[in-house]
């Protein structure tokens, strides 16, 4: 069965570093992978998204990864500070008639000031 | 540019009643994808509606049902709840069924049933 996995435990990292987070997953064939944060009690928010022909995607201080022979994605956070400080969610989603976007189960990032 | 707004924002109900969940989507967007996400998970795909209809449809039971309005506007609807449902229930809204385009989500409805 299709499988998204997030570290599940928390990162901790001191202000100022890179933060990168992981996202593995098997049986599947995105189109499109997708990076969303969460903050508690909110809804998720649109970070940045790379297509399964693109290698890498900046924004700011954001970077996302995609190697579908790997088939993972790595998103990075430069500079962190603590305001990042929050769940990040990886989505996948496939080509096919309607858009089904697919979540993994998010990994908490915590950066210590 | 009117965000995605849902409500109520928690709900309390007890299991065997019925709920109706509602989303006024993004300005502009003409299609409403509904997602459960359960205490440390991710959001899981309900159902999605472009133009007033279904569109597609995740892993979830018929007593899950929706509706989307001419605005755009749209309603979910869970029969006999279970203590299962006990979730946030996320509303997702998008431009011609969204295809390799981020979601714009509201703030969730917070359900519990006891």
């Known amino acids: 069965s299709q499988k998204i996995e997030q570290n599940s435990e928390a990162l901790n990292i001191q202000e100022g570093k890179t933060a990168t987070l992981t996202c593995n997953y098997t049986?599947?064939?995105?189109?499109?992978l997708q990076w969303y944060r969460q903050d508690p009690g909110r809804g998720p928010v649109f970070l940045l998204l790379i297509r399964e022909n693109e290698k890498e995607k900046r924004k700011e201080r954001l970077k996302v990864t995609f190697d579908t022979t790997l088939k993972q994605s790595l998103f990075h956070i430069t500079a962190s500070q603590p305001a990042d400080s929050a769940t990040y969610l990886c989505a996948l989603e496939s080509t096919g008639g309607y858009q089904k976007v697919t979540f993994g189960t998010g990994t908490k990032l915590q950066v210590i000031p | 540019e009117t965000g995605v707004t849902q409500s109520p924002t928690h709900l309390i109900k007890t299991r065997g009643q019925q709920v109706t969940l509602r989303c006024s989507s993004q300005s502009g967007h003409n299609t409403v994808s509904w997602y459960q996400q359960a205490l440390g998970q991710g959001p899981q795909f309900i159902f999605q509606?472009?133009?007033?209809?279904?569109?597609g449809r995740g892993n979830f039971p018929p007593r899950f049902s929706g509706l989307q309005f001419p605005n755009y506007s749209s309603e979910l609807n869970v029969n006999a709840l279970e203590l299962d449902d006990s979730a946030l229930y996320l509303c997702?809204?998008?431009?011609?069924?969204?295809?390799?385009?981020?979601?714009?989500f509201g703030n969730g409805t917070r359900l519990t049933v006891t």
């Open positions: 997702a809204s998008s431009l011609d069924r969204g295809k390799g385009s981020p979601l714009h």
């Open positions: 049986n599947y064939s995105p189109a499109y």
């Open positions: 509606y472009y133009r007033e209809e279904e569109n």
